[in-house]
C-alpha cells in the first residue's frame, strides 16, 4: 500500500512548513486561501512522492495527544 496524501490540521501553518521544510526536505507549494472561510493550506511533497497538506482555520482547535504519567 502507498500512501499518497495526508491532510492534518496544524495551529500554526508558517511554523510547521518551515519545520517540514528544515527537517524533511520537503517542497513547498504555493498558499492556498479562501477569504470566504479563513482556511489556508499548503500542500508539501517529499522525495518518495508522498505529499502532507497542512491546514489552518479559525475557530479550530488543533487536538494535541499526551501520554498519561
Keep these: 500500500?502507498?500512501?499518497e496524501?495526508?491532510?492534518m490540521?496544524?495551529?500554526s501553518l508558517d511554523c510547521a512548513k518551515d519545520f517540514f521544510i528544515k527537517y524533511f526536505n520537503a517542497k513547498c507549494g504555493k498558499l492556498y486561501y479562501?477569504?470566504?472561510?479563513?482556511?489556508?493550506?499548503y500542500f508539501l511533497t517529499f522525495g518518495f512522492g508522498a505529499r502532507?497538506?497542512?491546514m489552518?482555520?479559525?475557530g479550530i482547535s488543533c487536538l494535541l495527544y499526551t501520554s498519561p504519567s
Design 5 to 7: 496524501h495526508i491532510a
Design 52 to 54: 502532507l497538506e497542512i
Design 34 to 41: 479562501n477569504e470566504k472561510t479563513g482556511f489556508r493550506s
Design 9 to 11: 490540521y496544524v495551529s
Design 56 to 58: 489552518n482555520k479559525p
Design 1 to 3: 500500500m502507498i500512501i
